[in-house]
């Protein structure tokens, strides 16, 4: 760039901290404006799945983009070494009965990939705890996944050393900058400017963490629930309900989350939990909605759906060769917010 773009990113999310990121390390002076301190509610609760494989096996919504999804998490380890989180790369195992495993094998074998199974010995082995009803298992080391509050903070703190600056309220607009980049999650504020933000539907989502010891294994797929380690216990997740986008904990969630982790690892019976809700913004197609908008200078990175950690990079990616007028790759016409014009 022969002169520095000034640029605005609304939104300090997963979606928005990469970005404004990626943006300052091409050059642009950039300013994130987000009147959380947490930088985004679905983002800080998020269990941090990089999770390709399972997104396009268990979910239908996703199914037939993993070519995309995995592109995205290949770009996680430059990430890794820009901002200094450790992915962790052990991969993800499926619990479940034999319809559950016979329908999870024929999903990943179509994507090309191999599962390894696995006998009662190596699954407690990966997966200390697990339930003594359950003798086999299928895993796949394709699947990641980062410390989601860990990863905000070190994506934050890498962007302040490269010199974005943080203001603790939301955009109204432009702010003075040339660009403004929409990565406001279910944010409606900015419509006027963006509204395409009209096709994002809300999915409400629960998520437990227990206190207890800490689980050392890795991350396991069951029927109902997946869970992953913790800081001192085990995270539970995650319930998805359509069309919601308040925040309040409800107790039926709760308990439907618990009886599936208690399926996985009894302990949780008795463990004390901590409940949040987060809420995510999804397209009609879902995916996310990323590169240039309606309106001069605006542009979207929002409608990451579960998979706002996973896409991260790659949305980053994409907005900044947007921005420098670069090559945008092999997805961004997947992604562009113009295919929902004539719906």
Known sequence: MSRKPRI?????????LTTALALADAGAEVAVYDPSPEGGTASAVAAGMLAPVFEAVLDAQTRGHFDLMLAARDLWPALEARIGVTVDRAGAMAVGDAAYLHAADAGIRKLGLHPTELARNAMIGLAPGLAPGWGHA??????????????????????????VSFHARAADGFEGAERLVIATGMGRDLAVMAPLLDRLA????????????????IVV?????????????LTLGATMQVGAEDLAVEADQVARLLEAGARLFPAVKDAKVTARTGVRAATPDGLPMVGRGRHHGVLLAVGARRNGWLLAPLVARIIAACVTEGDVGPYAARLDPGRFDNI
């Open 221 to 233: 797929r069951g029927q109902g629930a997946y869970v992953t380690a913790a800081a001192d216990g």
């Open 202 to 217: 809300p999915i409400k989502g629960h998520i437990l963490r227990t206190e207890g010891p800490a689980y050392g294994g």
């Open 138 to 163: 299928l895993l796949t080391r394709e699947d990641w996944r980062i410390d989601a509050a860990a990863t905000l903070v070190a994506l934050r703190r890498a962007a302040e050393a490269a010199g």
């Open 8 to 16: 605005t990113v609304a939104g300090a999310g997963a979606l928005g």
